[in-house]
């Protein structure tokens, strides 16, 4: 059974970090390329970054602007997500998704960036 449990998530103040995990189980993890997806309240769930399966190469949505940084540990079947300089445009519920013909997704955990 395929699961991808994401944790890490809080409220912040603006300017401030945090660091999401999402902990794999169930497939061959270092098999797949993994990716964060985020939805802010009202809006549709939305791309945010992603890594290959080596972890040698990443991508990130244009409006990460260098903030924050996908990363993966093959070892312990987890990716994670850093986030720094957060903004209150950036309270969602970020999910952590892998790809394929059988697309998984986790229960997602909420950021709230709040003064």
């Known amino acids: 059974q395929v699961q991808l449990v994401e944790s890490g998530g809080g409220l912040v103040q603006p300017g401030g970090s945090l660091k999401l995990s999402c902990v794999t189980s169930?497939?061959?993890?270092?098999?797949?390329?993994m990716s964060w997806y985020r939805q802010r309240p009202g809006k549709e769930r939305e791309y945010v970054a992603t890594?290959?399966?080596?972890?040698?190469?990443?991508y990130y949505a244009n409006f990460v602007r260098g903030r924050f940084t996908i990363s993966r540990d093959n070892a312990q079947n987890t990716v994670y997500l850093t986030m720094n300089n957060l903004k209150p445009g950036d309270t969602a519920v970020y999910f952590c998704?892998?790809?394929?013909?059988?697309?998984?997704w986790g229960q997602g955990t909420q950021v709230t960036v709040s003064a």
């Open positions: 998704h892998r790809p394929g013909q059988e697309p998984a």
């Open positions: 890594i290959t399966v080596s972890g040698n190469s990443q």
């Open positions: 169930g497939f061959v993890f270092r098999d797949y390329g």
